[in-house]
């Protein structure tokens, strides 16, 4: 199974409005040192819900370069912060450089080790919680997610549908599995309302009730 659809992939790309030359220069450093980012598109939706939820306090696990990080910073109000995460301390350097040159540092902590570790030092209420760790830590990182946010706020969650890769039986893997389990969680959780949207690799969107 190819997923997402080429063809569909392509005429989404081709729709989205050109990112800033500062965006550009991220994509092409990802492209180069082979490092996985969400892109524009998922880019657009975390901006669009950092807006929508008028989120003013996020915490994203797993921040690489600051892809991610600087959309939603885009969106938070002058006084809004956002915690990154990222184990790599090169790659949190340059996130911050890039963060910097976008005049959004002030709103940016960068923590430097393992995402859930810095987690546990941040109790919240989190207004919005973006995950983009190790595949196989998203049913930890949800566990320990959902009494931090907010009632309203938002947990969203990259590369929910793998690739297709969790409709395969014989796909075993860590990773894998910890998606499946992940996303049947969160449409069972409880105090979650859940929709998994099929753009680029898979996003979900889980509101607190």
């Known amino acids: 199974m190819e997923f997402p659809s080429p063809e569909i992939d392509a005429y989404l790309q ?7 030359e500062l965006m550009n220069e991220i994509e092409a450093l990802a492209l180069e040192q082979d490092f996985p980012i969400i892109g524009p598109l998922v880019g657009r939706i975390l901006y669009q819900w950092t807006k929508v939820s008028r989120a003013r306090t996020v915490f994203e696990l797993g921040s690489g370069f600051g892809y991610s990080a600087l959309w939603i910073a885009m969106a938070l109000p002058k006084d809004g912060q956002i915690i990154c995460t990222e184990f790599d301390k090169k790659k949190a350097e340059r996130g911050m450089n890039f ?27 989190f207004d919005l919680i973006f995950c983009d760790i190790d595949k196989h830590d998203y049913p930890k990182a949800l566990e320990m997610g959902v009494p931090r946010l907010r009632s309203g706020g938002l947990f969203l969650a990259d590369n929910v549908l793998w690739s297709g890769r969790i409709l395969n039986p014989d796909d075993r893997s860590k990773q894998t ?6 996303n049947e969680k969160i449409y069972a959780h409880p105090e979650l309302f859940s929709t998994i949207l099929p753009v680029r690799d898979g996003v979900s969107v889980s509101l607190k009730r």
């Open 177 to 182: 599995e910890g998606i499946r389990k992940f």
């Open 14 to 20: 081709e729709l989205t409005p050109e990112t800033s």
């Open 99 to 125: 963060l910097e040159r976008a005049k959004l540092r002030h709103k940016v902590i960068y923590e430097v080790g393992s995402a859930l570790e810095s987690f546990h030092r941040y109790q919240g209420p």
